[in-house]
């Protein structure tokens, strides 16, 4: 299939913006310009700086032009969470600190029933009742994350982690709430892929549309069974997830 003209013009100009030939804060050509130097029609032309400006790699400054966009400095996501950092407290508060930030949150909480998908991960029947926790992950005041996180209420029901932000161990990370109930952690499983971000997401973190974000799914395990699964959302042009892995 043939690759529409205004496609091929983005990819040109995306390649050249990834290269560091295009770099951020510079002009990038006009519409006549690219109407020329592409033999193309204005559509093709506009069409092509549309689809850049809606994936985050340009911008539009009024009466000026069109302009490679100034992307936040990129901040590295030790995923190493899963040691002492979280036996007592927070792991995205004990990473912001590491990074020299304050780390906060904002979060929901409410119960329902769990999807297929959800039951599936936490190894229980569809409909089963659930806690569902929406967080928006906060550095220096400004969102920089987004989770939604699922736990069994048939194992924290009535129990004072059954909300994950109220009782004497909120704010706690999830190996220190479970231990809480007698809940001993062996293993988390992470799975990373990437997808454009949805516009909810993109209003809450302030990204473009047709930004690319990460999605952690994260799974928290005793020895009998999941405790807690959870959607971790990432801007790639905000941060690059590191995993530290030990060896036996």
Same mark, same amino acid.
């Given at each position: =299939?043939?690759?529409?003209?205004?496609?091929?013009?983005?990819? *040109?100009? +995306?390649?050249?913006?990834? *290269?560091?030939r295009?770099?951020p804060?510079?002009?990038?050509?006009?519409?006549?310009?690219?109407?020329?130097?592409?033999?193309?029609?204005?559509?093709?032309?506009?069409?092509?700086?549309?689809?850049?400006?809606?994936?985050g790699?340009?911008?539009?400054?009024?009466?000026?032009?069109?302009?490679? +966009?100034?992307?936040?400095?990129?901040?590295?996501?030790?995923?190493? !969470?899963?040691?002492?950092?979280?036996? *007592?407290?927070?792991?995205?508060?004990? &990473?912001?600190?590491?990074?020299?930030?304050?780390?906060?949150?904002?979060?929901?909480?409410?119960?329902?029933?769990?999807? @297929?998908?959800?039951?599936?991960r936490?190894d229980?029947?569809?409909?089963?009742?659930? =806690?569902?926790?929406?967080?928006?992950?906060? %550095?220096?005041?400004?969102? $920089? =994350?987004?989770?939604?996180? !699922?736990?069994?209420?048939?194992?924290?029901?009535?129990?004072?982690?059954?909300?994950?932000?109220?009782?004497? #161990?909120?704010?706690?990370?999830? $190996? %220190?709430? =479970?231990?809480?109930?007698?809940? #001993?952690?062996?293993?988390?499983?992470?799975?990373?892929?990437?997808?454009?971000?949805?516009?909810? &997401? %993109?209003?809450?973190?302030?990204? %473009?549309?047709?930004?690319?974000?990460?999605?952690?799914?994260?799974?928290?395990?005793?020895?009998? +069974?999941?405790?807690?699964?959870? *959607?971790?959302?990432?801007?790639?042009?905000?941060?690059?997830?590191?995993?530290?892995? @030990?060896?036996?």
């Amino acid at each position: =299939m043939t690759q529409p003209a205004y496609q091929r013009i983005a990819d *040109d100009l +995306r390649q050249q913006i990834i *290269d560091g030939r295009l770099a951020p804060g510079e002009r990038v050509l006009s519409r006549t310009q690219i109407r020329e130097q592409y033999e193309v029609s204005d559509q093709v032309a506009i069409g092509a700086v549309r689809l850049l400006t809606s994936e985050g790699f340009l911008e539009a400054r009024s009466g000026s032009g069109t302009y490679v +966009r100034r992307k936040p400095e990129l901040k590295r996501l030790a995923r190493y !969470w899963y040691g002492t950092s979280d036996r *007592d407290g927070s792991p995205f508060r004990s &990473e912001m600190a590491r990074q020299g930030r304050e780390g906060t949150w904002r979060v929901s909480s409410e119960t329902g029933s769990a999807t @297929p998908q959800i039951a599936e991960r936490l190894d229980i029947a569809a409909g089963d009742p659930v =806690m569902t926790s929406r967080y928006t992950f906060l %550095a220096d005041e400004r969102p $920089v =994350m987004l989770s939604t996180s !699922w736990e069994p209420l048939a194992l924290t029901g009535g129990t004072p982690i059954m909300f994950p932000e109220e009782g004497p #161990h909120a704010g706690a990370g999830v $190996v %220190a709430r =479970m231990r809480a109930i007698g809940q #001993h952690i062996e293993s988390v499983q992470e799975v990373v892929t990437a997808r454009p971000v949805l516009q909810s &997401e %993109a209003e809450l973190l302030g990204e %473009a549309l047709g930004s690319v974000v990460l999605v952690i799914r994260r799974t928290y395990r005793t020895a009998e +069974r999941p405790v807690e699964t959870a *959607d971790i959302i990432v801007p790639t042009d905000r941060y690059e997830a590191e995993y530290v892995l @030990p060896v036996e």
